[in-house]
């Protein structure tokens, strides 16, 4: 039977070329930093980002959690979206690991108005914790794979430039944000200090994420990620993967974003089921249910369309490159005949 996997975009798995290259990738030891094709990797997306220097790291999780403790002293607060993924999917880690204060934000669909950011940065004295950091999500997942306006992250760097506060951007998909404002990465990327992304989402690699940012920083963060466990050894196996997902799976995320309004625009009409097409601009389709979304994502994947609630009457459908046009045909038709 086939299976439609919309769980995430996580799921894809390696291409044949990515198999071949893991056979061939010329490897050492990387927590001695000498595994060539880590540091191919390594310097290839520092500049495809626009930044001085990057770091392979095994998750976006991490990658997240390295930056945050990287820019932030114990005690420090840092501005974050209430509902952003450091917030929401990463285990308290803040609290844990930087050991920070989150001062969270409303958002319009993933996006903090910059005046309200304003407005809530805190000066360091001797009741209040300085606010060092502000950290975004590009794009942003629980909003529905939303994009920052160019102009709105221009806002944010005056900010950040105001205050002296460093922004990191968490670019899990930040290349589908690049594909569906139709410019380079850097566009966005040259607007933040520090971005972390997946190689392991959309692009097609089996594991890993990208830090990147200025180089003092990096090397201060390869501490971190070392601290957390995260050094690995051998680790061009997987680099060989990275390289291929930046030079050769960048463009034919359009092609997810397609599928993606596709869902969102006929499944919106199903009895039972909204969706806002222009609210979900990239890879993720969010379906608000009258019912629950758990008795959805059952009866979906007892049929073999597999899906995740993102909430109580929320759920989430995300489209990737195992996610071809035959299981959208597929996907579609099992909605359809769904009756909860
Ligand atoms: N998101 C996963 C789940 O954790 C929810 C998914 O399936 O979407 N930032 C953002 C915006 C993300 O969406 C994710 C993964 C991460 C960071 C973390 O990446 P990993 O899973 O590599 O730690």
Redesign the pocket.
């Given at each position: 039977m086939l299976i439609a996997d919309l769980?995430?975009?996580?799921v894809t798995r390696p291409t044949p070329e990515m198999f071949e290259a893991m056979q061939v990738a010329g490897l050492g030891d990387d927590v001695l930093g000498d595994d060539p094709t880590v540091i191919e990797l390594e310097r290839l997306a520092a500049k495809l980002v626009g930044k001085e220097a990057a770091v392979f790291v095994?998750?976006?999780?991490?990658?997240?959690q390295m930056a945050i403790a990287t820019h932030t002293k114990p005690g420090d607060a840092i501005i974050v979206e209430e509902e952003?993924?450091?917030i929401?999917?990463?285990v308290g880690a803040p609290a844990v690991f930087a050991n920070v204060l989150t001062w969270t934000l409303p958002s319009d669909r993933g996006v903090m108005d910059p005046a309200e950011m304003r407005r809530r940065i805190t000066k360091r004295n001797i009741h209040t914790p300085g606010t060092t950091l502000i950290c975004i999500?590009d794009?942003?997942?629980?909003a529905g794979g939303t994009v920052i306006p160019l102009d709105v992250l221009a806002e944010y760097r005056k900010v950040g430039d105001e205050f002296g506060i460093k922004i990191h951007a968490?670019?899990?998909?930040i290349f589908n944000a690049a594909v569906a404002q139709g410019v380079h990465v850097s566009e966005i990327t040259k607007h933040v200090d520090t971005v972390?992304f997946?190689l392991?989402?959309g692009l097609r690699a089996p594991?890993?994420?990208i830090l990147a940012g200025p180089a003092e920083f990096i090397d201060a963060a390869r501490f971190w990620r070392k601290r957390l466990g995260g050094g690995m050894r051998q680790a061009g196996i997987l680099a060989a993967c990275g390289i291929i997902s930046l030079t050769k799976m960048v463009d034919r995320l359009a092609e997810d974003h397609a599928r993606a309004r596709r869902l969102a625009l006929e499944l919106g009409q199903l009895p039972g089921i909204s969706c806002d097409p222009d609210a979900n601009p990239t890879n993720?389709v969010m379906l608000n249910t009258e019912k629950l979304a758990a008795d959805w994502a059952a009866a979906l994947h007892a049929k073999g369309v597999w899906a995740?609630p993102a909430a109580a009457n929320r759920l989430?459908l995300?489209t990737h490159a195992d996610f071809t046009d035959e299981h959208l045909e597929f996907a579609l038709g099992v909605f359809r005949s769904v009756v909860i």
């Amino acid at each position: 039977m086939l299976i439609a996997d919309l769980r995430s975009d996580t799921v894809t798995r390696p291409t044949p070329e990515m198999f071949e290259a893991m056979q061939v990738a010329g490897l050492g030891d990387d927590v001695l930093g000498d595994d060539p094709t880590v540091i191919e990797l390594e310097r290839l997306a520092a500049k495809l980002v626009g930044k001085e220097a990057a770091v392979f790291v095994p998750s976006g999780t991490m990658g997240n959690q390295m930056a945050i403790a990287t820019h932030t002293k114990p005690g420090d607060a840092i501005i974050v979206e209430e509902e952003a993924h450091v917030i929401f999917y990463e285990v308290g880690a803040p609290a844990v690991f930087a050991n920070v204060l989150t001062w969270t934000l409303p958002s319009d669909r993933g996006v903090m108005d910059p005046a309200e950011m304003r407005r809530r940065i805190t000066k360091r004295n001797i009741h209040t914790p300085g606010t060092t950091l502000i950290c975004i999500e590009d794009t942003h997942n629980r909003a529905g794979g939303t994009v920052i306006p160019l102009d709105v992250l221009a806002e944010y760097r005056k900010v950040g430039d105001e205050f002296g506060i460093k922004i990191h951007a968490d670019g899990a998909r930040i290349f589908n944000a690049a594909v569906a404002q139709g410019v380079h990465v850097s566009e966005i990327t040259k607007h933040v200090d520090t971005v972390n992304f997946c190689l392991s989402k959309g692009l097609r690699a089996p594991v890993g994420s990208i830090l990147a940012g200025p180089a003092e920083f990096i090397d201060a963060a390869r501490f971190w990620r070392k601290r957390l466990g995260g050094g690995m050894r051998q680790a061009g196996i997987l680099a060989a993967c990275g390289i291929i997902s930046l030079t050769k799976m960048v463009d034919r995320l359009a092609e997810d974003h397609a599928r993606a309004r596709r869902l969102a625009l006929e499944l919106g009409q199903l009895p039972g089921i909204s969706c806002d097409p222009d609210a979900n601009p990239t890879n993720l389709v969010m379906l608000n249910t009258e019912k629950l979304a758990a008795d959805w994502a059952a009866a979906l994947h007892a049929k073999g369309v597999w899906a995740m609630p993102a909430a109580a009457n929320r759920l989430r459908l995300v489209t990737h490159a195992d996610f071809t046009d035959e299981h959208l045909e597929f996907a579609l038709g099992v909605f359809r005949s769904v009756v909860i």
